[in-house]
């Protein structure tokens, strides 16, 4: 009897130890996602335009700049993760200056902004009324930089810093026109054009990324299945759907990158390898060594304006976004709140907490350190931002 007694014991107590390895099993990924409560915002900064282009950069406290709410400066501000926003150097725009247009960061960790030169962004004969770039080096100094030549009027410019080489181009124009910044030299060179029979348009703004050496830009279109689209000069339409494309800034080439099976929505590089985030269908696919891979499933649900960031040891972070997967940066469209991360080398996801119902985020930029992670959104709500301590959700 006492044997069968202490036989029963045993089982029981594997029985239990068996169920809490198995909870600790199931939540080793998980990082209290129900709560929004780890999630807090970050102060406030009232000088600057809510509606400007604004981006962070790298660095622990990190360092928002963007268009101040005068319309006559660009500012820069540290935002610690508890107290007061330090405010850092700003400078004068020229009188008549439209607003910022397009910024972007070095691996240095300065920031580029190009500001229109007027506030009609277009001339009466279709050209561009100028670009004006200021450099700020991370609590520093701004400083002006060569313009760059005439070009057409852009209708969505973008930038990126490549080979210490910053392409701009004009991703919502046919053929993607641009130009070409030597950082070492100081000197313009007008981009190459595409190669003829290359797509380069889509409904949806593409996606720009640096991989490696070279700049990477990718679209979709979400036309219905079958519609032609527009290709360069000397080629048939083409109904094809996704496209990416890769610039090599040295060389001054233009190739193509075979398209994952998803859409291309948002790119992100990562050394030699290249993320495809589909935010609508929530899938994360992978392009390494000239073949595509499916990811895990995502535990995020899907949406359209996710904000990305990738750290140094390889974590993807998604956060932020519209539950209206068609891409409309409308105030109405609910905000979604799911967030989480992937670790490239572990090939798993980790759940963050869920995002505050409250903060709205349709695009913008994310920094992840050791310690925590920075949003701060685009559009109306830029002026204030989210911080997520990582030292007490697990860390990434």
Known sequence: MIEGTRRRNELGIAVALAFLLLAVGGCSNDRDPGSSNAWAPTAAIPQL?????????????????????DGQHLGAYRVPARGDIEALASVDLPVGSGGPLTATTTPDGDVIVAVASSDKNCRADGQSSGLALYRFTAGASWDSMPPPPAMPC?????????????VLLDTGSLGLPGAVLDLSTEQW????????????????PPSLTV???????????????????????????????????????????????????GNVDQLIGFGDTLLNWDGPSARLERYVDGAWTSLPNAPLKPRSGSVLSIDAAGVLTIACGNQATDHAPNTAATPERTAGQFDLGAG???????????????????????????????GGDGAQGQSLDLTKTGGT
């Open 189 to 204: 060179s007008v981009l190459p054009p595409l190669p003829a029979g290359a797509l380069s348009t889509a409904t949806l």
């Open 49 to 69: 335009d809510a509606a400007s282009v604004v981006v962070l950069s790298p660095g622990e406290p990190p360092i928002v700049t963007g268009g101040r709410a």
């Open 348 to 378: 798993e996801w980790h759940r963050l907490p869920d995002l505050p119902s409250s903060f709205r985020c349709y695009g913008g930029s994310a920094v992840v350190s050791a310690e925590r992670i920075t949003l701060w959104p685009h």
């Open 211 to 261: 991989m490696g050496a070279a700049v990477v830009i990718g679209g979709y279109d979400d036309r219905p299945a079958g519609t032609p689209m527009v290709t360069e000069a000397g080629a048939t339409a083409s109904t094809s759907t996704s496209w990416i494309h890769r610039f090599d800034p040295v060389l001054g080439s233009w190739s193509e990158i075979s398209p994952p099976s």
């Open 154 to 166: 852009l209708a969505q410019p973008e930038m990126a810093v490549a080979n210490n080489h910053l």
